[in-house]
């Protein structure tokens, strides 16, 4: 079982700065693949920061030079940080995992991976 716990959202007028972290918990195996999502009301949840096989990052067009995923395998923890914030930016963001990586490498929501409570984020203008 696999326990994700997301931090560091809040409120920040446009242009600021945050840093989400998602700590990972229980047995933790190197092929455990991770992923950003957000979902503001009334919308779908969307893949915002992920990872391909080879490790390379990707990322959503909307977010693409403002956003960096990263993530310290010491720690078992996934940051997403995030530069030049809009008001388009404010959503509900979690982190997901997913031993099966089929999903999470497309930015695509993985059914049968784990989830976080999410962290909000508002971003004012």
């Known amino acids: 079982q696999v326990q994700l716990v997301e931090s560091g959202g809040g409120s920040v007028q446009a242009g600021g700065s945050l840093r989400l972290s998602c700590a990972t918990y229980g047995i933790i195996y190197s092929t455990l693949y991770m992923g950003w999502f957000r979902q503001a009301p009334g919308k779908e949840r969307e893949g915002v920061a992920g990872?391909?096989?080879?490790?390379?990052?990707i990322y959503a067009d909307s977010v693409k030079g403002r956003f960096t995923i990263s993530k310290d395998n010491a720690k078992n923890t996934l940051y997403l940080q995030m530069n030049s914030l809009k008001p388009e930016d404010t959503a509900m963001y979690y982190c997901?995992?997913?031993?099966?990586?089929?999903?999470?490498?497309?930015?695509?929501?993985?059914?049968?991976?784990?989830w976080g409570q999410g962290t909000q984020v508002t971003v004012s203008s």
């Open positions: 990872f391909e096989s080879n490790g390379r990052t």
């Open positions: 997901a995992a997913s031993y099966n990586g089929y999903a999470l490498t497309r930015l695509r929501p993985p059914p049968d991976g784990y």
